[in-house]
């Protein structure tokens, strides 16, 4: 997409006399096959000279496909910062790689080997470390129905970003329009249930939960309901201002019919059959009367490991989180789909590390509750994330009355972002209230 | 007024974004763990 302005001076004749609404011009007349050239005699100008400006449109097809049309207008400008993102991550992940390879292959290993190789009941009594804990690892947690929940539902959010992450890379979803993008999360999330229903229901009999109706029941409108009680406050708010920005009625009740029409059934199915499916048997028995803990140190109580098991994921993904927050509320447009997969695959990867790694060291502490707090230590990430976009919000934004943010809304530098948030801006003026645009870079 | 609203518009959806996100990175750890703690136990010899 692009176009060439090409000035022609030409002494334009016509078949008079001159009709202002219908002329016929004889030196450009595209029914006669007639169109200007450098031929044509120029335009003098003289005083009392008549001018007739006219122009010809020339289309030219391009290579370009049709989903990468923007990309000329989108090319990076700071391209530096990305790659520091990416490189940031990839020092935390090779750090806890590292880490995580020394224990599995050494500390690991000859932990097995020792276990393996003591023979005599003595000798076992004298034992220490994880293996202490045997009887007790694969105790079901308190509240494992909800842990299951939370478990498919993160399942089922991974699914919906990881497909489409490669719906964008692959160029279905073009970065120009931002509804599509929404719109196929939306349509992605809700098709996932089957994931949440699948996993939910697999793992609830895995820790020999007996309510798997229940279950079904919580994976399906729990986690749902509080995302759509908080959009349908915003929701109402910004009805209740007139504002342009507020999802309509048919949508919101299409959404509703989603979630309990399509989504709902799915997570049904999804438990039906990961109920059905046979789960492993547990590698070791459980006592019947659990271990009791041994006092930890203080940087084992759970506060602290949590707290510090939630910083490296959101380490590696700071730098990308500015972009998507700005994209998000300052209208930018984000394209990098590339560097975002590379930073969510090394999200991923830290997050099993970082996990996998304390929960080592807290059964190495002989302490055998690690069910939920292998949950926590890697989602606590998203305490930090939040603390990030209240501090992105205290620096970054600034609410500002509407006629100001109009006038820097609209000093963007691509002409056709300005066309958009023009006609933005007038439907916000028409409704004389302001929308979540009301925010400015400061 | 209008400010209190676009406040609202942003913690709120930030609260479900971190929500969505939590729910992702818990699940991923946990799921590491689960696989990691099973391997580990299956691999020890017990009476």
């Known amino acids: ?442 | 007024m209008t400010n209190k609203i676009s406040t609202a518009m942003f913690f709120g959806y930030l609260t479900i974004g971190s929500s969505l996100f939590f729910t992702l990175t818990g699940a991923v750890g946990f799921i590491a763990s689960f696989a990691f703690v099973r391997i580990i136990y299956g691999s020890v010899k017990l009476d």
């Not at chain 1, 935390?92 to 050494?106: C, D, W």
């Not at chain 1, 959404?255 to 029409?261: D, K, S």
């Not at chain 1, 590339?338 to 929960?359: D, H, K, N, P, R």
Request: net charge positive.
């Open chain 1, 1 to 442: 997409m692009g176009f060439e302005a090409e000035p022609f001076s030409v002494k334009h004749t016509y078949e008079k006399p001159y009709s202002s609404s219908k002329p016929v011009l004889e030196t450009c007349n595209p029914g006669r096959m007639k169109y200007v050239t450098y031929d044509d005699p120029p335009q003098e100008v003289r005083a009392g000279e008549e001018i007739i400006f006219t122009y010809d449109v020339l289309f030219t097809p391009s290579d370009i496909k049709w989903a990468s049309r923007w990309d000329t207008y989108l090319l990076m400008t700071d391209t530096q910062i990305h790659w520091f993102s990416i490189v940031n991550s990839m020092m935390i992940v090779l750090f806890l790689s590292g880490m995580v390879g020394l224990i599995m292959l050494r500390t690991l290993r000859r932990d097995i080997t020792k276990y393996n190789s003591l023979e005599t009941p003595e000798e076992q009594a004298e034992e220490a470390g994880w293996k202490l804990v045997h009887g007790d690892v694969f105790r079901p947690p308190t509240n494992a129905g909800v842990l299951c929940v939370l478990v498919g539902t993160g399942a089922q959010v991974g699914c919906m970003f990881t497909i489409t992450l490669i719906f964008a890379l692959a160029g279905f979803l073009s970065p120009a329009n931002r509804g599509g993008l929404m719109t196929a999360s939306v349509i992605l999330y809700v098709a996932m249930g089957f994931v949440n229903g699948y996993v939910s229901g697999r793992l609830y009999k895995q820790v020999k939960g007996m309510d798997w109706r229940w279950n079904t029941l919580c994976a399906a409108f729990a986690f749902p309901s509080v995302i759509f009680v908080v959009f349908a406050a915003l929701n109402t708010m910004i009805w209740g201002q007139r504002s342009s920005g507020a999802v309509p009625f048919g949508t919101f009740f299409l959404l509703i019919f989603l979630w309990f029409g399509v989504s709902a059934p799915l997570v049904f199915l999804g438990s039906y059959l990961g109920t059905k499916a046979p789960v492993s048997e547990d590698p070791v028995r459980t006592n019947k009367i659990p271990r009791q803990v041994p006092k930890q140190v203080w940087y084992m109580a759970n506060f602290w490991q949590i707290a510090v098991g939630g910083v490296l994921p959101f380490g590696a993904i700071f730098i990308e989180l500015f972009f998507i927050l700005t994209s998000l509320w300052l209208h930018q447009f984000y394209y990098i789909f590339g560097c975002l997969g590379i930073v969510f695959t090394i999200l991923c990867i830290t997050c099993a590390e970082i996990s996998v790694m304390l929960t080592y060291f807290q059964l190495v502490a002989e302490d055998h509750r690690w069910w939920w707090r292998s949950f926590f230590t890697s989602g606590s990430s998203a305490l930090y994330l939040f603390a990030y976009g209240c501090h992105y919000f205290s620096t970054k934004l600034e609410v500002r009355p509407f006629p100001l943010t109009t006038h820097r809304l609209c000093d963007c530098p691509y002409s056709y972002q300005k066309g958009r948030l023009t006609s933005d801006c007038l439907r916000n003026t028409r409704y004389e209230r302001l929308t979540l645009s009301a925010f400015t870079i400061r």
